[in-house]
């Protein structure tokens, strides 16, 4: 397993890296020529969002005013206008479960690159950000808070998470909820495998009243494994062993249970309704976002 | 097919309890190997939903069962031994020449070599080696395996002896099984001549491994015998040797000293040479020829005979007996008439002519029942002794019918025992009127009674490897301090050398023409050549193939195309 807790925010987020956010940051601004989404202005701090129309999916469109619910029933991608929005929170709840620093590359770069570009944006569009890592339970490291010279202080502070141990999303996300924040956006990056199952991780994302985007960080072999032969399969979270051997039956049986997982979320987020980000973190993150804002064909 | 180290059925149950051992542990639960993996989530579900609940696991990976098991056959069939093409009816036998003949350039190693290779292709447990030199010793039991050949040959050469394979295959036929086949192969140049071939039961076959080869080239010396002197003097023998091939650089030697070179006359019939030595004393000596080396057999360049010990023998003679027996006394050259220190003596019974020395008496009719009465010395068998002296005596020639009729009482031997030896005879028949002492068997028989009294024995005139020396029944020592023990039959010398008894010694050369000129090979044979076993045996072929499938199990493991 390579030791990414000894990464530094430099080499998490490599000059390369920070000049390709720089090109997200224009795809993001473009929107702002077909009508106003982002950069919002409220009449009454705290009485809510106010909706006003919708209008096509454009290149470059902010990711947080899609409506994923017209998305689904009509195949196309619609942005929400609202009226008099402004500083929109976003909360990032970042999973730093063990599962995320293990194989290689961890997915847990990936998790860390996609919560900074989602910074990177929203700070550039002067909305607040907070930074909440999680694990068997959730932790303030940044209050929300904005400006565009916040940047680099969030980097150094994803790059200083370190692995945490099970995957708790029912204590997360109740702590989380406790906390009372003003409503926004919650960005939920994970893996969603929490051992408790599916079940226990839509239960609690059900009882945010934020609006909500899950980033998944998946793999290709997640749904298709084969181990080749006998293995005692360690949990690297729990311990957990299971004795397996990769007979087609059970490799078949697995392939329904992950389905039945993904199921689960993808269901969450159409009743939520959620936003979800498929991000395949053996692919270039930045690219993937940029292919969200272009096309929004990452978005489901 | 058949199998050396097992029998068909014992090959079908193996392999049948190997298939159900490797089902078995297709079907019982494994060793698990440890992975550390994200979750277990899934698979827990998978399982659970998948898991048979039974002892054992569903039968699985069909195509790797067959594959397993087709090894594990190969390696059962590998410690089987199959045997291609062979009955299990029948037993082998191999006979490795090794008489002289073999000792012709490389054939024995040639042989040694080929036995091995035919050994190895034949069943194990039903095949033996035999080397058939001067005498028959067993190379390879049943059940052994031909490795270990190496070991029991090291150190072996051919003797020097005539071909002996012939010998063996007479006895190797009485003495098998009942109701199987034996197949003899002969490894070498001995000959298996038709009539011997003849002899032999139905069931048993005989062929031949190798190929025989000529002697072109050789020569050497293929007899030597001794025989009393033509000049007469009874003292003195002449000696007669036979070569193949040029008589060039021959060396003849009596007694270790070298003896003259015009001392021997050779004449020559076409490749025979005969050389011939006449007068050569009679003292025991022994006399060697030699031809220089240099030939590819070098075993009968070389002949020893020990020369007779013949001195007169001394009889004293009664002067009551003189008108009748010295006539026939003088008239033998091996006999001198001394007034005293005599070896024998010649008397009436009663008289003391000689002393206490044997004699040959003539007595009354009326003191003995027997016409003639052998005495014999104490602790031999009077019947024995009689049936031995019978022709020695010359008693066969003597007309007794004759003097039956003549003497008008019946003409009896006997024997008994006494302190020494002597021969009682009725005087009576010494008379003219029964015609006995003017008969031709008369000089004969007073001639061989005072041999036998004086215990002289002939001497042998031609000592060969395995050519019985006539009339010669006694026990020898051999070169090793063996006693041999012709147990009353002629005594036969093995090898050639010397053979010790404790009167005498004999010395025993190859005299083989058959072995020097190689003659007996060129012969007809009935032995059938049999093919060398060439080419890879079942074993390796198995051993081959199932090192092959080994391999090709583990690059299919390590490619992942097998659990």
């Given at each position: 397993?390579?030791?990414?807790?000894?990464?530094t925010a430099?080499?998490?987020?490599?000059?390369?890296?920070?000049?390709?956010?720089?090109r997200?940051h224009v795809?993001?601004?473009?929107?702002?020529r077909?009508?106003?989404?982002a950069?919002q202005?409220?009449?009454?701090?705290?009485?809510?969002?106010?909706?006003r129309?919708?209008?096509?999916?454009?290149?470059?469109?902010?990711?947080?005013?899609?409506d994923?619910?017209?998305?689904?029933r009509?195949?196309?991608?619609?942005?929400k206008?609202?009226?008099?929005?402004?500083d929109?929170?976003v909360?990032?709840?970042v999973d730093?479960?063990?599962?995320?620093?293990e194989e290689?590359p961890?997915?847990?770069?990936?998790?860390l690159?996609?919560?900074?570009?989602?910074?990177?944006?929203?700070l550039?569009?002067?909305d607040?950000?907070?930074?909440?890592?999680?694990?068997?339970?959730?932790e303030?490291l940044?209050?929300?808070?904005?400006g565009?010279?916040?940047l680099?202080?969030f980097?150094e502070?994803?790059?200083?998470?370190?692995?945490?141990?099970?995957t708790d999303f029912?204590?997360s996300?109740?702590?989380?909820?406790?906390?009372?924040l003003?409503e926004g956006?919650v960005v939920v990056?994970?893996?969603?495998?929490?051992p408790a199952g599916?079940e226990?991780?839509?239960?609690?994302?059900k009882?945010?009243r934020h609006?909500?985007?899950?980033?998944?960080?998946w793999?290709?072999?997640?749904?298709?494994p084969?181990p080749?032969?006998?293995f005692q399969?360690?949990?690297?979270?729990?311990?957990?062993?299971e004795d397996?051997s990769a007979?087609?039956p059970?490799v078949?049986?697995?392939r329904?249970?992950?389905?039945?997982?993904e199921?689960?979320?993808t269901?969450?987020?159409?009743?939520?309704p959620?936003?979800m980000?498929m991000?395949?973190?053996?692919?270039?993150?930045?690219?993937q976002?940029?292919?969200?804002?272009?096309t929004?064909?990452y978005?489901? | 097919?058949s199998?050396?180290?097992?029998?068909?059925l014992?090959v079908?149950?193996g392999?049948?309890?190997?298939a159900?051992?490797?089902?078995?542990?297709q079907r019982?639960r494994?060793?698990?190997?440890?992975k550390r993996?994200?979750t277990?989530?899934?698979?827990k579900?998978a399982?659970?939903?998948?898991?048979?609940r039974?002892?054992?696991?569903?039968?699985?990976?069909?195509?790797a069962y067959?594959?397993?098991l087709l090894?594990?056959?190969l390696?059962?069939?590998?410690?089987?031994?199959p045997q291609?093409?062979?009955?299990?009816d029948a037993d082998?036998?191999?006979?490795?020449d090794?008489?002289?003949?073999m000792?012709?350039g490389?054939?024995?190693?040639?042989?040694?070599?080929?036995?091995?290779?035919?050994?190895?292709?034949l069943?194990?447990?039903?095949?033996?080696v035999l080397l058939?030199?001067?005498?028959?010793?067993?190379?390879l039991?049943?059940?052994?395996?031909?490795r270990?050949?190496?070991?029991?040959?090291?150190g072996?050469?051919?003797?020097?002896?005539?071909?002996?394979v012939?010998t063996?295959?007479r006895?190797?036929s009485h003495?098998?099984?009942?109701g199987r086949?034996?197949?003899?192969v002969?490894?070498?140049d001995?000959?298996?001549?038709?009539?011997?071939d003849?002899?032999?039961?139905s069931?048993?076959t005989?062929?031949r491994?190798t190929?025989?080869?000529?002697?072109?080239?050789?020569?050497?010396?293929?007899?030597?015998?001794?025989v009393?002197?033509?000049s007469?003097?009874?003292?003195r023998?002449?000696?007669?040797a036979?070569?193949h091939?040029e008589?060039?650089?021959l060396?003849?030697?009596?007694?270790?000293a070298?003896?003259?070179?015009?001392?021997?006359?050779?004449?020559?019939?076409?490749?025979r040479?005969?050389?011939?030595?006449?007068?050569?004393?009679?003292?025991?000596?022994?006399?060697e020829?030699?031809?220089?080396?240099g030939d590819?057999?070098?075993l009968?360049?070389?002949?020893?005979?020990?020369l007779?010990?013949?001195?007169?023998?001394?009889v004293a003679?009664?002067p009551?007996?003189?008108?009748v027996l010295?006539?026939v006394?003088?008239?033998?050259p091996g006999?001198?008439?001394?007034a005293?220190?005599a070896?024998?003596?010649?008397?009436?019974g009663g008289?003391?002519?000689?002393?206490e020395i044997?004699a040959?008496?003539?007595?009354?009719?009326?003191?003995?029942v027997?016409?003639?009465?052998l005495?014999h010395?104490r602790?031999?068998?009077?019947?024995?002794?009689?049936v031995?002296?019978?022709d020695?005596?010359g008693l066969e020639?003597?007309?007794t019918?004759?003097?039956?009729?003549?003497?008008?009482?019946v003409i009896?031997?006997g024997a008994a025992?006494a302190?020494r030896?002597?021969?009682?005879?009725?005087?009576?028949?010494?008379g003219?009127?029964y015609?006995?002492?003017?008969?031709r068997?008369?000089?004969?028989?007073?001639?061989?009674s005072?041999?036998?009294?004086?215990?002289t024995?002939?001497f042998?005139?031609f000592?060969?490897a395995g050519?019985?020396?006539?009339g010669?029944?006694?026990?020898?020592?051999?070169?090793a301090g063996?006693?041999?023990d012709?147990?009353?039959a002629?005594?036969?010398?093995p090898?050639a050398?010397?053979?010790a008894?404790?009167a005498?010694?004999?010395?025993?050369?190859?005299?083989?023409?058959?072995t020097t000129?190689g003659?007996?090979?060129?012969?007809?044979?009935?032995?059938a050549?049999v093919?060398?076993?060439?080419?890879?045996d079942?074993?390796t072929?198995?051993?081959l193939?199932?090192?092959?499938?080994?391999?090709?199990?583990?690059f299919?493991?390590?490619t992942?195309?097998?659990?």
């Amino acid at each position: 397993m390579p030791d990414t807790t000894t990464l530094t925010a430099k080499e998490l987020f490599d000059p390369e890296f920070l000049e390709s956010l720089r090109r997200l940051h224009v795809l993001a601004r473009r929107v702002s020529r077909g009508g106003r989404n982002a950069e919002q202005r409220s009449k009454d701090l705290g009485s809510g969002i106010e909706f006003r129309d919708f209008r096509p999916y454009a290149p470059g469109d902010d990711f947080r005013a899609i409506d994923w619910t017209v998305y689904r029933r009509l195949g196309k991608v619609f942005l929400k206008l609202y009226e008099e929005l402004e500083d929109l929170p976003v909360y990032l709840l970042v999973d730093r479960s063990r599962s995320l620093f293990e194989e290689d590359p961890p997915r847990i770069r990936a998790g860390l690159r996609t919560a900074l570009a989602l910074t990177s944006i929203s700070l550039s569009q002067h909305d607040s950000v907070g930074l909440f890592p999680f694990a068997d339970n959730l932790e303030v490291l940044l209050r929300p808070s904005s400006g565009k010279g916040r940047l680099w202080r969030f980097a150094e502070s994803l790059a200083s998470l370190r692995p945490g141990d099970t995957t708790d999303f029912e204590t997360s996300i109740r702590t989380f909820s406790s906390m009372n924040l003003r409503e926004g956006l919650v960005v939920v990056v994970s893996d969603f495998f929490d051992p408790a199952g599916a079940e226990a991780v839509v239960k609690a994302l059900k009882g945010l009243r934020h609006r909500v985007l899950l980033v998944r960080l998946w793999r290709k072999t997640d749904a298709a494994p084969d181990p080749g032969g006998d293995f005692q399969l360690v949990d690297c979270e729990s311990g957990h062993t299971e004795d397996v051997s990769a007979t087609a039956p059970v490799v078949d049986a697995y392939r329904r249970s992950y389905a039945r997982f993904e199921e689960q979320l993808t269901d969450f987020a159409r009743k939520k309704p959620a936003g979800m980000l498929m991000l395949d973190t053996d692919e270039d993150v930045v690219s993937q976002l940029a292919t969200l804002f272009e096309t929004g064909s990452y978005v489901t | 097919m058949s199998f050396a180290n097992l029998s068909g059925l014992g090959v079908a149950l193996g392999v049948a309890g190997l298939a159900a051992g490797l089902f078995l542990l297709q079907r019982l639960r494994v060793r698990y190997q440890p992975k550390r993996v994200i979750t277990t989530l899934f698979w827990k579900e998978a399982l659970e939903e998948a898991r048979a609940r039974v002892l054992v696991r569903r039968f699985r990976h069909l195509l790797a069962y067959l594959f397993v098991l087709l090894i594990a056959s190969l390696l059962w069939l590998g410690f089987a031994d199959p045997q291609w093409g062979e009955s299990e009816d029948a037993d082998y036998v191999i006979l490795v020449d090794g008489s002289a003949g073999m000792a012709y350039g490389d054939r024995f190693e040639e042989a040694i070599e080929a036995a091995r290779a035919h050994a190895a292709a034949l069943p194990r447990d039903r095949r033996a080696v035999l080397l058939c030199g001067s005498r028959i010793r067993t190379l390879l039991l049943p059940g052994e395996h031909e490795r270990v050949l190496d070991r029991r040959v090291d150190g072996i050469t051919p003797d020097a002896c005539p071909a002996t394979v012939e010998t063996a295959l007479r006895a190797i036929s009485h003495a098998k099984d009942t109701g199987r086949t034996l197949n003899v192969v002969v490894a070498g140049d001995a000959p298996v001549r038709d009539e011997t071939d003849a002899l032999l039961p139905s069931d048993v076959t005989v062929s031949r491994l190798t190929t025989t080869s000529a002697r072109d080239g050789n020569r050497g010396i293929t007899a030597l015998g001794v025989v009393p002197a033509s000049s007469g003097a009874w003292d003195r023998v002449d000696v007669l040797a036979e070569l193949h091939g040029e008589t060039a650089g021959l060396a003849i030697s009596v007694g270790g000293a070298p003896l003259a070179a015009n001392a021997a006359r050779v004449t020559t019939h076409g490749q025979r040479r005969q050389v011939s030595i006449r007068d050569l004393p009679a003292r025991g000596s022994l006399l060697e020829i030699t031809l220089p080396g240099g030939d590819p057999l070098s075993l009968d360049d070389v002949a020893r005979i020990r020369l007779p010990k013949r001195p007169r023998l001394k009889v004293a003679l009664s002067p009551s007996l003189s008108d009748v027996l010295e006539p026939v006394l003088a008239a033998d050259p091996g006999i001198a008439i001394v007034a005293s220190g005599a070896d024998v003596a010649v008397r009436r019974g009663g008289e003391s002519t000689g002393g206490e020395i044997p004699a040959l008496e003539w007595t009354r009719p009326d003191s003995q029942v027997e016409a003639i009465l052998l005495h014999h010395e104490r602790g031999l068998q009077s019947e024995r002794v009689l049936v031995e002296s019978f022709d020695r005596l010359g008693l066969e020639d003597v007309d007794t019918s004759d003097l039956a009729a003549r003497t008008g009482r019946v003409i009896s031997l006997g024997a008994a025992p006494a302190d020494r030896r002597g021969v009682g005879v009725w005087d009576t028949l010494l008379g003219a009127q029964y015609n006995f002492v003017h008969s031709r068997s008369f000089p004969l028989f007073v001639a061989a009674s005072l041999r036998w009294l004086a215990g002289t024995t002939d001497f042998a005139a031609f000592v060969a490897a395995g050519e019985p020396i006539r009339g010669d029944a006694t026990p020898r020592r051999d070169a090793a301090g063996r006693t041999l023990d012709p147990v009353g039959a002629a005594f036969v010398p093995p090898v050639a050398g010397a053979y010790a008894s404790d009167a005498d010694e004999l010395v025993a050369s190859l005299l083989s023409p058959e072995t020097t000129t190689g003659s007996a090979i060129a012969a007809s044979d009935a032995s059938a050549s049999v093919a060398s076993s060439g080419g890879a045996d079942a074993l390796t072929i198995i051993a081959l193939v199932a090192l092959g499938l080994l391999l090709m199990e583990w690059f299919l493991y390590r490619t992942g195309r097998m659990p």
